[in-house]
């Protein structure tokens, strides 16, 4: 089993900055990826970024520039820096995580998701 758990959520003001982490733990051999992305009321959950065990990132259009996406592989640790916040980044947000357990088995986790709400 693998469980990740998210931290870092909470309210900011228009053009503050927030730093989600996203900590897997159970049974890893390796994450090949792991990814954010973020779910608004009554939109379609989407991509944030996501970054590869090899250091490659790709980032979602709207957060290109302010968000950047992070992780420490000795920690099975994901991080999300989130700058120059706006109102329409208010959403919940996810993390994710392929890879492979100890076992040989593939896994898919999501976290619980954290809330970010930006205030105008």
């Known amino acids: 089993q693998v469980q990740l758990v998210e931290s870092g959520g909470g309210l900011v003001q228009a053009g503050g900055s927030l730093r989600l982490s996203c900590a897997a733990s159970g049974t890893i051999f390796s994450i090949n990826a792991m990814g954010w992305y973020r779910q608004a009321p009554g939109k379609l959950r989407e991509l944030v970024a996501v970054?590869?065990?090899?250091?490659?990132?790709n980032y979602g259009d709207s957060v290109k520039g302010r968000f950047t996406i992070s992780r420490d592989n000795a920690k099975n640790t994901g991080y999300l820096q989130m700058n120059n916040l706006k109102p329409e980044d208010t959403a919940v947000y996810y993390c994710?995580?392929?890879?492979?357990?100890?076992?040989?088995?593939?896994?898919?986790?999501w976290g619980q998701g954290t809330q970010v709400s930006v205030s105008s």
């Open positions: 970054i590869t065990s090899g250091g490659n990132t």
């Open positions: 994710n995580a392929v890879g492979q357990q100890v076992t040989g088995r593939l896994f898919n986790y």
